[in-house]
């Protein structure tokens, strides 16, 4: 079991940034890909983005491309989403989850790849 704890959310203006950050426990965090979603009300949970076991690939939806950095720590078994430039759209429930390691980078983007979530953080910009 992994447990994961998200943390870094908070009431922010539009065009302002928010570091999110996702604790790890249990199993070996190094093992693992990370990957976040969000969730706005009424509306599916949906990717964000995702970086590999090693740090080595990183992926990211279009809707962030540019304006979001995922990065990990695995001595500190904890993984980070900087987002900058923050939108009104980007209001949503935060979640960390993680993958095992050998999914294919082209799958991460899928919830159905993730064995563990953390509970999310509420991220609200304001306009």
């Known amino acids: 079991q992994v447990q994961l704890e998200e943390s870094g959310g908070g009431l922010v203006q539009a065009g302002g940034s928010l570091r999110l950050s996702c604790a790890a426990s249990?199993?070996?965090?190094?093992?693992?890909?990370m990957g976040w979603f969000r969730q706005a009300p009424e509306k599916e949970r949906e990717f964000v983005s995702a970086i590999k076991w090693s740090g080595g690939g990183t992926y990211y939806a279009d809707s962030v491309k540019g304006r979001f950095t995922i990065s990990r720590d695995n001595a500190k078994s904890t993984g980070y989403l900087q987002m900058n430039s923050l939108k009104p759209e980007d209001t949503a429930v935060y979640y960390c989850a993680v993958a095992p390691g050998y999914t294919a980078g082209t799958s991460l983007s899928n919830t159905l790849s993730y064995d563990y979530w953390g509970q999310g953080t509420q991220v609200t910009v304001s306009s």
């Open positions: 249990g199993r070996t965090f190094s093992r693992y890909d």
